[in-house]
């Protein structure tokens, strides 16, 4: 299973850019999936992530409003569209792929609850 996330680039404070992630190898139908990013000299840190189905979003309280996260199972990709993008955005962002639950909605915030990553995709905002 390999995971491709695009994208990034470099975007003034205010603008907008949408993160995509499709996966090969494998198929994300039963798999919640999410969008970490890790700054410069910071942890990996949770950004949003979504359920199987696509019924189930959550998002970090530093992007509730302004990102929103979707998923085209038949794609084998999710979406991240991120709006109003400041300066502390700046990141490599990461999607990842749970292992299968469909025995509810269910979505994860941590690391470790993710088996397969993407290479990451860099999005840079400017002042």
């Known amino acids: 299973v390999q995971l491709q996330a695009s994208g990034g680039g470099l975007v003034q404070a205010g603008g907008s850019l949408r993160l995509s992630c499709f996966t090969s190898?494998?198929?994300?139908?039963?798999?919640?999936m999410a969008w970490f990013r890790q700054a410069p000299g910071k942890e990996r840190e949770f950004v949003s992530a979504?359920?199987?189905?696509?019924?189930?979003?959550k998002y970090a309280d530093s992007v509730t409003g302004r990102f929103t996260m979707s998923r085209d199972n038949a794609k084998g990709t999710v979406y991240l569209q991120m709006n109003d993008l400041k300066p502390e955005d700046t990141a490599i962002y990461y999607c990842a792929r749970s292992t299968p639950s469909i025995g509810g909605n269910y979505v994860y915030r941590r690391v470790s609850d993710y088996e397969y990553w993407g290479q990451g995709t860099q999005v840079t905002v400017s002042s």
């Open positions: 190898g494998g198929n994300i139908d039963s798999n919640p």
């Open positions: 979504i359920s199987w189905s696509g019924g189930n979003t």
